[in-house]
Structure formats: structure tokens, C-alpha cells
């Protein structure tokens, strides 16, 4: 009896030896060390939220044991909000055959996916994965491509500002048009609008170099101003939140971040957890999940933000109903 087991342990040392050795073979082009995960994790600019997403995808990654430098390789790289920055570090990833991508941002998942579709890539952050192409079916995405959606609710904020700023008639959007995100968020904008007899100005820019005279023009027409989550406003926001708070104009935001860098509130999702979420994908398809079959996850706890500096600075009390529910990013980390 106990020769026997001492049989079958030393049969099944040496077959964990040659494992460890490398002789799974995983069909890695063969330069560097084949048993070493690749992570290709590509961010499209630097804003409060995307490096909060990026931190929690790492620090879940290595909570659940994939430490960077140790069992896994995070190439990080960050394409300062340049399209063709998004398209090169993609194809790097390609050509260096990482295991997984994962990309922070509607932009940078969308170049990504034209990059490969062999790859599995999880998308971070996505607002409307339907709108921007990246899934056709939320529940199915049938390809390579799934991940976290911060699908916010239009409605929801409306109704905060009719709550905090009752009585507005004209709300400003501002924007990059270019951001898919951002113009679903605003196509619901409008469509809220249509309902509620409201005028709804529209000033979408291109470039963060536009903010300052949008925000200005926006602030001589409108009773309030709201910015979905576009990474070209967040990138910049101090220079929307100057304007509005000179101007006396409450400014309404799509995230928690934009509204700890100064703007005035939101009704929003927590982005530590979907960073969270995110790495958990990126951990199934590693153990062998098929993107296919993965659905998109949103994230349906939802809660009121506020900044009491910027609400003084502006003259404007919030109601203590809301105040008790809120949390006040003044006073209050994310
Ligand atoms: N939802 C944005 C997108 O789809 C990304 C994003 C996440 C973001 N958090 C944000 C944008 C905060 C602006 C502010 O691209």
C-alpha cells in the first residue's frame, strides 16, 4: 500500500515536471518563455476614470493570483487620445500574440476588433457596445469580443437635475462626436428632451483644444449643461468646470471622476467594480471561456455624486433628500 502511492507520487512529479518545463506546447510563436499569459491592455487617454479602471483590473488580476512580472505580462500602453496610437499599439499586440487584450474605451475597443478577430478581446467600459459595433447581441456577443458596459441612465440624471435645479428649460450638450459613447448618451439626451418639452443645444467638438469656447457658447444659452462620459471632456474637464463655475451654469456629467475633478453631479456607476468585473472576464478566458458565450456585464447599482465645493461655488443648496442619498466627492475619495 504505501509503496504503491509512493509509486503514483513519483509518476506524478515527473509529470509536473515536464509540464513546468514547457511541454504543453501552447502554440506560442516560440520566442521568450511560452508559459508566461500575455496581456495586451490598451487605454485610449489619461483621465481620472480610465487610470481608476486600469488600477482595478490589476489589483483584481493579482488579488485572484496573476501578478504582473511574476505568472502573467501586462503590456500597458496608453494612445493619448489618438486614433492612430490606438491602431499601432493594436497591432503590436497582434504581431506579439498576446493571449488577451483588453481595452478601456469605446474608441480603443473598436480599433482593437478591427485588429484581430483570433484574439480574445474584453472590452472595459464600453457605454453602448450595441451602438458602437463592438457586440451585436449584448446576452451573445458570438465572436471574440465581450466585457463591461457603464450604460448610464439619461433619465436618471434628468431627473437629479430637476430634483437639485428644478425648472430648466434649455440643457447644453457638450461632446466629442467622434466618441460613439457619447453620442448614444446624447441620442437618449434628445430623445428625453422630445418628451419633456426641453431644448437640448448641442455642441459637439472634436478636439479637447474646442472645450473652452463650446463651454462658453453653451454657458450664454443654456439654463443647465450636461457631458455624457466622453473621455475628450473628462481628459480636460478643468476647463469645462471653469466656464460653468464662472458662469453660474450647473454642470451635469456622466461619471463619478468627472464630478471629483469638479463638476457638479451625477447619478452614476462605480468604476472600481467594473474595473473588478472586467479582470474576472479576462481570468474566465484564460481558464478557457469562450468569449462567444461570455454576455456583456453592465452594472446596475447606480448612485447620486456630488461636489458641495462646486454647489457653493455656484451658489446652489442642494436639497438634504438628495444630499442624503449623495455622495459628496468634495469631501469623499471614489
Ligand atoms: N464610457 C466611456 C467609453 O465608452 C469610457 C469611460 C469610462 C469614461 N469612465 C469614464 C469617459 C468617465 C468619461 C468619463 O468610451
Do not use: W
Amino acid at each position: 500500500m504505501k509503496r504503491k502511492s509512493l509509486v503514483i507520487l513519483t509518476v506524478l512529479m515527473m509529470l509536473m515536471t515536464a509540464v513546468l518545463a514547457g511541454c504543453g506546447g501552447s502554440g506560442d510563436s516560440g520566442d521568450g518563455d511560452s508559459d508566461t499569459v500575455k496581456i495586451g491592455l490598451v487605454q485610449l487617454v489619461e483621465h481620472t476614470s480610465l487610470d481608476q479602471i486600469r488600477e482595478a483590473i490589476i489589483t483584481q488580476l493579482e488579488e485572484e493570483g496573476y501578478v504582473d512580472g511574476e505568472n502573467i505580462e501586462i503590456d500597458y500602453q496608453n494612445a493619448q487620445n489618438e486614433q492612430s496610437n490606438l491602431k499601432t499599439i493594436c497591432q503590436g499586440f497582434v504581431a506579439d500574440d498576446v493571449d488577451v487584450i483588453v481595452a478601456i474605451t469605446t474608441p480603443a475597443a473598436q480599433v482593437a476588433m478591427g485588429e484581430t478577430d483570433a484574439i480574445p478581446i474584453v472590452f472595459s467600459a464600453v457605454t453602448d457596445p450595441v451602438a458602437a459595433e463592438v457586440v451585436t447581441d449584448m446576452e451573445q456577443p458570438g465572436g471574440n469580443v465581450t466585457g463591461t458596459s457603464d450604460a448610464i441612465s439619461v433619465e436618471k440624471i434628468m431627473e437629479l437635475a430637476e430634483q437639485i435645479t428644478p425648472g430648466f428649460k434649455t440643457v447644453g450638450a457638450l461632446y466629442n462626436s467622434s466618441e460613439t459613447n457619447s453620442v448614444a448618451t446624447v441620442d437618449a439626451l434628445k430623445a428625453y428632451a422630445e418628451e419633456h418639452s426641453l431644448e437640448v443645444v448641442d455642441s459637439a467638438i472634436t478636439s479637447a483644444n474646442e472645450i473652452q469656447t463650446a463651454a462658453q457658447n453653451l454657458a450664454q444659452k443654456c439654463d443647465i449643461v450636461f457631458s455624457p462620459t466622453d473621455n475628450t471632456v473628462a481628459s480636460a474637464i478643468a476647463t469645462a468646470n471653469q466656464v460653468f463655475i464662472d458662469e453660474g451654469i450647473p454642470f451635469y456629467v456622466g461619471a463619478d471622476s468627472m464630478v471629483k475633478d469638479g463638476a457638479f453631479a451625477t447619478y452614476g456607476i462605480d468604476y472600481d467594480y467594473l474595473g473588478r468585473e472586467t479582470a474576472n472576464m479576462v481570468i474566465e478566458i484564460l481558464n478557457a471561456a469562450d468569449p462567444a458565450e461570455m454576455p456583456v456585464r453592465t452594472m446596475d447599482e447606480l448612485a447620486i455624486y456630488v461636489n458641495s465645493e462646486t454647489a457653493e461655488a455656484l451658489g446652489i443648496e442642494i436639497p438634504q433628500e438628495v444630499l442624503d442619498q449623495a455622495t459628496d466627492l468634495a469631501k469623499e475619495d471614489l
